[in-house]
Every structure is written in structure tokens, then in C-alpha cells.
């Protein structure tokens, strides 16, 4: 569950939000057994097509939501739906399909067995365009795709974890994570990246579910061991398997006689890491998981490679007032990317980013009715493999929103969002800012 932008009156950040609606859907639970609620917004984006010549649109965002939360005395069950409908003007007047459509279904569930034998599920599945809504569950995850995407996308994300206390001191988590992404642009062929590269008309760089179009699974085990009532340490293994599915041709090399398939990027990663939690102070918590990851890119049919990497996860969270509180967080470990170029000299294939992630978010209470919320997030990444090998993208987005409830059911907000791509490949950097505001109502 994220805890980055929760605002009960928010339900989804959808097209002019750093953080997807999926977010609030498993943080705010209704008092009641279901809710109703939807969101009204105007807004502005000069440069939704994301482009270096960016194009501006006005636009409207629809988004109504139900959800439904059942709390018994050993399990929680939650469910909820978001729809997404998007308008944009400039698209309307160039003769295009002004629309866009989202869908979020998360689902989740919390059941103890007994005391000491406890299961977490969670489920996030989305369709949509925005990197917030179809990228990683978890804002300090490594995103790859840090720029909209048009077209019905397809993400789900699951976990699982399995907590068990088996004596005062002593206690195991086993956890199992499963990411599925689909992307609609596809349909490259090997004539197609060979016109691309020629330079002839007709020709196409690889499509994007070519790319990406992914399974990812990752299973592992945490020793934890209680020191003291506000210190656990422990020591962890988890194992990872990425497997591209997409079934298309990425790249073209002489050096073989066939073009890079998507599956050419599998990849096994094994993780090993040590960590403490620990409670400061009853309003300020904070933990710190470091270690190091060995990845395995066994499926390439040129150079397979086996390379190690630092991984660390550090967060702090802290409640400085009722209903107010700031988190810090920083997150290093590889990830997939939409870059698969080939080295002239060598034949080698770009298999992955390194990336570096700081994210940091605010959210204070002026008065029981007006709440801000202020986040960032900076990722710093390197490319490994291929002629841009240790080249860099560097991806800034910030936003702010204000919130004013007016009444039990009906409230406003206003809010700003800003993103910056840079990046040392040529034509990839880009910037784009987002300003709405919009009316909000639950039931």
C-alpha cells in the first residue's frame, strides 16, 4: 500500500497528478461498508503528446469511483473501481479522438490466521496512458518509462506476503510479487528496423510492447529478528526472473543472423540484503535495507553478461502534527527500459538501467478543512549495454495541491504538476506542465 498522496477527497490524480488514483484507493477506507464518489477537473497540459515541441491542450477529466470494504474480526477485504474519461481540446480540433479512457481496479485483503500467522494480499491492475497510473506500484520503484504513452496500455501488479511470529524475538516474512505489462503500440517487423536504419521511407524503430511487454517475478524471505521494542533488524534473499514477451524484433546487428527479439533481454537477478527498522519516537519511524544484486542477462544470443550492482531502500516517515506528516525516501536497483540500441563496434544490446531514486512528499493541515500536499521525486539512471553503456537520463517531477473539504460529501482542490526528462540521447529529454482544478464529491 502507498502512502505517498493520500486526500480523502481526491480519487484520482489520473492525468494531472504525479501520483496515480490507485494510490488513495488502498489508504482511504469509508466508514461504511461501499462509497461512491467521482471527480470533476479543468485542466491545462502544454505537452501531453510529449515531444520536445510539445503541444498544449485545455481539457476535462471524469473520474467517478466505487468501492466496497469489509472489516471482520481476522480479515479485511477491500475493492475498488476507478474510470478515467479525459477530453482533450487541441485533439478535437486537429480532427483526432479527443478522448482518453482509463480503468484502476485495486483489490486487497488481511487475514490472521491467528497471532502469530498473518497474510497480506494487494492487486493493482490499470489501463491507461500516464506513467503514475501504468508504471510501478511504489514511487521509489525505478520507472523506465518515465513519459505518457498513448493507446490502451495494460499494467497489474501483485503481491503477497506471508508473516509469521514464530517466538517473542523471532519472526519470518515470505513474499511473492508478480508484474504483468502489455503496451497496444506493437506490430515491428525486421523490414521495418531495417528501413528505420537505412533511412528510407516506410521504416519504424521498435515498438513498444516489443520493448516492454513483461512479466516480472520476484519470491524471497526475511529473517527478522526483534532487539528491541522499537529496533527489528534483518537479514533477507530474493530471487527475480523478468521475462519480455512481446515477441517482436527490437534491434538489427550484423554480427548475428537475426535480428534482437524481445526475449533476448530475459533476465534472472538474485538479491541478498540487511536491514533495521526502527521507532524514534512515536511519531517518527525510519528503516534501511542495503545489499547487493547479481543479475544474470542469460538470454542474449551475442554477450551474455553477469553483473553486480548496489541495492539499498532507505525510508523515514514523520507525524510532525495530527493529521500532518512528511516522508523521505531513496531507492538504488536496476530496471527495464524502452532503449535497446546496439553497439556498432561490439553488437552489444542495451539490457537494462541502473537508477538512483530520491522522492520526498508533504502533507500538512492548515485547518481541519484545507489540506496541502507537496511531493518530488528525482531518478538518476545509467544504461547498461549497447553504445549509450553508463549514459544518463535524469527525470524530475514535482507537484502541489490544495484540497478544501467543504462538507461531508462535497470539497474542491487546485494543483501543479511539473516534469523534466533529461537525458545525454539525442531528441529523448523533454518537459512538461500540468495546472487543474476540479470539484470532488463522496457518498
Known amino acids: 500500500m502507498r502512502n505517498l498522496f493520500i486526500s480523502a477527497g481526491i480519487v484520482a490524480a489520473g492525468i494531472a497528478g504525479l501520483q496515480s488514483g490507485r494510490t488513495a484507493a488502498l489508504d482511504i477506507v469509508s466508514p461504511k461498508a ?18 520536445n515541441n510539445g503541444q498544449g491542450s485545455f481539457g476535462a477529466e ?15 477485504i477491500g475493492l475498488r473501481y476507478t474510470y478515467g474519461l479525459y477530453y482533450y481540446q487541441d485533439r478535437d480540433a486537429l480532427g483526432l479522438n479527443p478522448f482518453d479512457q482509463t480503468h ?3 483489490v486487497w485483503l488481511d487475514h490472521s490466521f491467528s497471532e502469530r500467522w498473518k497474510v497480506n494480499f494487494t492487486d493493482n491492475f490499470a489501463v491507461g496512458q500516464e506513467p503514475e497510473l501504468i508504471g510501478p506500484v511504489s514511487p521509489s520503484t ?34 511473492y510479487g508478480n508484474n504483468f505489462y502489455d503496451y497496444s503500440n506493437k506490430g515491428t517487423t525486421a523490414a521495418d528496423l531495417l528501413l528505420a536504419n537505412l533511412g528510407l521511407p516506410g521504416g519504424k524503430s521498435a515498438s513498444l510492447a516489443g520493448l516492454l511487454n513483461r512479466v516480472e ?7 527478522e529478528w526483534q532487539f528491541q521494542p522499537e529496533t ?4 533477507g534473499y530474493q530471487f527475480s526472473i523478468v521475462n519480455y514477451t512481446g515477441g517482436e524484433p527490437i534491434a538489427l546487428t550484423s554480427f548475428l543472423t537475426r535480428p534482437y527479439m524481445s526475449n533476448d533481454r530475459d533476465a534472472i537477478t538474485h538479491y541478498g540484503y540487511v536491514g533495521v527498522k526502527h521507532q524514534f519516537s512515536a511519531n517518527l519511524s525510519g ?15 551475442l554477450q551474455t553478461s553477469k553483473s553486480l550492482a548496489p541495492y539499498a531502500d532507505l525510508s523515514l516517515s514523520y507525524a510532525y502534527l495530527p493529521g500532518s506528516y512528511a516522508q523521505l525516501g531513496f531507492m538504488h536497483d536496476i530496471n527495464s527500459t524502452d532503449v535497446a540500441s546496439v553497439d556498432p563496434a561490439s553488437g552489444s544490446l542495451t539490457q537494462y538501467q541502473e537508477s538512483s531514486v530520491l522522492y520526498a512528499s508533504v502533507n500538512h493541515h492548515f485547518t481541519p478543512k484545507l489540506m496541502g500536499t507537496l511531493i518530488g521525486r528525482c531518478q538518476y539512471s545509467t544504461y547498461q549495454g549497447g553504445p549509450n553503456s553508463n549514459v544518463a537520463d535524469t527525470s524530475y517531477g514535482a507537484g502541489v495541491n490544495l484540497h478544501y473539504q467543504f462538507t461531508t460529501h462535497f470539497s474542491t482542490e487546485v494543483g501543479y504538476n511539473f516534469d523534466d526528462l533529461v537525458s545525454d540521447i539525442a531528441n529523448r529529454g523533454y518537459t512538461r506542465n500540468r495546472v487543474y482544478i476540479g470539484l470532488g464529491v463522496t457518498y
Open 104 to 106: 484502476q481496479v485495486d
Open 142 to 175: 525505478p520507472n523506465g518509462v518515465p513519459y505518457r504513452v498513448t493507446g490502451n496500455n495494460l499494467a497489474n501488479h501483485a503481491t503477497i506476503t506471508l508473516e509469521t511470529q514464530w517466538t517473542r524475538q523471532f519472526s519470518t516474512a515470505l513474499h
Open 287 to 301: 528503516s534501511v535495507r542495503g545489499g547487493v544484486s547479481y543479475t544474470d542477462s542469460y538470454n542474449d544470443p
Open 34 to 51: 461501499w462509497a461512491v464518489s467521482a471527480t470533476l477537473r479543468g485542466f491545462y497540459d502544454d505537452n501531453y503528446n510529449i515531444a
Open 217 to 223: 517475478q520476484s519470491g524471497g524471505l526475511d529473517l
Open 62 to 76: 471524469l473520474s467517478p469511483s466505487i468501492s466496497f470494504n469489509v472489516p471482520m474480526r481476522q480479515t479485511d
Open 232 to 235: 527489528m533488524g534483518f537479514v
